[in-house]
Structures are given as C-alpha cells and as structure tokens.
C-alpha cells in the first residue's frame, strides 16, 4: 500500500520567515495530494491541495509544489504569523480508492515573535 | 449544521465496555470515512461508505470494530470490548462525491476515547 514520509517532524521560525515541508510518497499512482492543518483539540481543516496534473498551486501566502517523478511534494508557507502555529499534515490518494488517504506523520510548526 | 457532526466529543470508557461513536456528515455528502488518530501520529483510515453501503473496511483494526450507515446518512462506528490500545481520537469525514480521487474531504472535530 501507499506509504507517506514526512519532514520534518518539528519546526520552529521567526514571525516574518517561511516555513517549509516536504513529504514523499511511494506509490506512484497516487494522485491527489492534500494538506491539512490540525489545531489542538480540532479536527483536520484542509488548506490546500493538488493533483498530479499540476505542478505547483498557490494560495495567497500557501504554496503547494508536487514533483510526480521524484514522487514528492512540499508545503511552503510565507510571511508566517502565529496563528500559522499547529500541526501540519500532508497526505496521497489513489484514484478510484473512494478517496482513502494515507496521512503522513505531521510537522509541529511554531511560529515564535 | 454546516459541517461534519460528531458525538460524544469525549468518552471515557472501562476496559471492556462497548462504546458507539456517532457521525452527521454534511448534508447531501454520498461519501463518508472513518479514521482513526492516535496521539501525536497521523490519521489512519478505518472504512469508507458510498451512502449506505460499506465498501471499503480493510482499517478496521478487527472484529471488535463495526460500523454502519444504514440510511445513507448518519453513521456510528461500534467498538466492542474496549481495550486500552483502542484509545485515541476518531474522526469522521465526509465528501460530495463518490470514488473519484481528488474530491475534497471535510473532517469533524473527533471523538477522544480514553479506554481506562
């Protein structure tokens, strides 16, 4: 089955910098690839996806980049503001699999004035 | 309501106690999952539902977990005989569509099972 790897697994900036992670899929036939935001307590909010047609998405200070021949994708957050702070989490579906998908293991970013 | 609804948020239950979990996806949504997330790790999916019927239920840890949707609606998981390693957070997710990867799937806050 789909296994997905994700970096790294906590990470502290300054308020003002960019954030960045990266994540590896293995099964290439996956194609789907969405990122979710956790706050404590909270169920999973999506922010952001994308699909194996494009290769970069970007939404307003959220970028999301695939590279479907390295079988990896990244996360890249800009001008970071302390509500950015939670548990980030990428994850890959395979088409046709009713929209199971394989969550890698989170990143803990802190945001710190 | 707007979202997916769970109860109990939280529930303590001793080892060995049955337990039911409840899920109100979003209106209309055909496709329904279950997860579940221990601490600080990842979702990992349990079953998915395309309205009332159970497709997929490969994540089900085993035979102590059963979950329904009978109506295409609403949906409870069961867990039988708790066990202390059954603790953790069950989240519930549905989607608009079915089987076509790529559609989008809105979570509820979870329920926490603390299993004592």
């Known amino acids: 089955g789909e296994n997905v790897e994700q970096h790294p697994s906590t990470l502290s900036v300054q308020e003002g910098d960019s954030a960045v992670i990266k994540c590896t899929y293995s099964?290439?036939?996956?194609?789907?690839f969405p990122w979710y935001k956790q706050e404590l307590g909270k169920g999973p909010q999506l922010i952001i996806d994308?699909?194996?047609?494009?290769g970069e998405k970007k939404d307003q200070r959220i970028a999301v980049t695939l590279n479907k021949t390295a079988k990896h994708f990244s996360l890249h957050i800009t001008e970071t503001q302390p509500e950015d702070s939670a548990v980030y989490f990428c994850?890959?579906?395979?088409?046709?699999?009713?929209?199971?998908?394989?969550f890698g293991t989170g990143t803990q970013l802190k945001v710190e004035l | 309501g707007a979202g997916v609804s769970q109860s109990p948020r939280y529930k303590v239950a001793k080892r060995g106690q049955d337990v039911a979990l409840r899920c109100d996806p979003i209106?209309?949504?055909?496709?329904l999952f279950w997860y579940q997330q221990a601490l600080g790790q990842g979702p990992e999916f349990l079953t998915y539902?395309?309205?009332?019927?159970?497709?997929?239920k490969s994540g089900l840890p085993s035979d102590r977990f059963f979950a329904e949707r009978p109506e295409g609606s609403v949906s409870t998981l069961k867990i039988q005989r708790t066990q202390q390693e059954d603790s953790a957070v069950y989240l519930c997710?549905?989607?608009?569509?079915?089987?076509?990867?790529?559609?989008?799937?809105?979570f509820g806050e979870g329920s926490w099972l603390t299993v004592v």
């Open positions: 209106s209309g949504h055909v496709s």
């Open positions: 997710a549905s989607s608009p569509r079915t089987g076509t990867s790529g559609n989008t799937i809105y």
């Open positions: 539902f395309q309205n009332e019927a159970q497709l997929d």
């Open positions: 099964d290439s036939a996956s194609n789907y």
């Open positions: 994308i699909r194996s047609n494009v």
């Open positions: 994850a890959a579906s395979i088409t046709g699999g009713g929209n199971k998908l394989t």
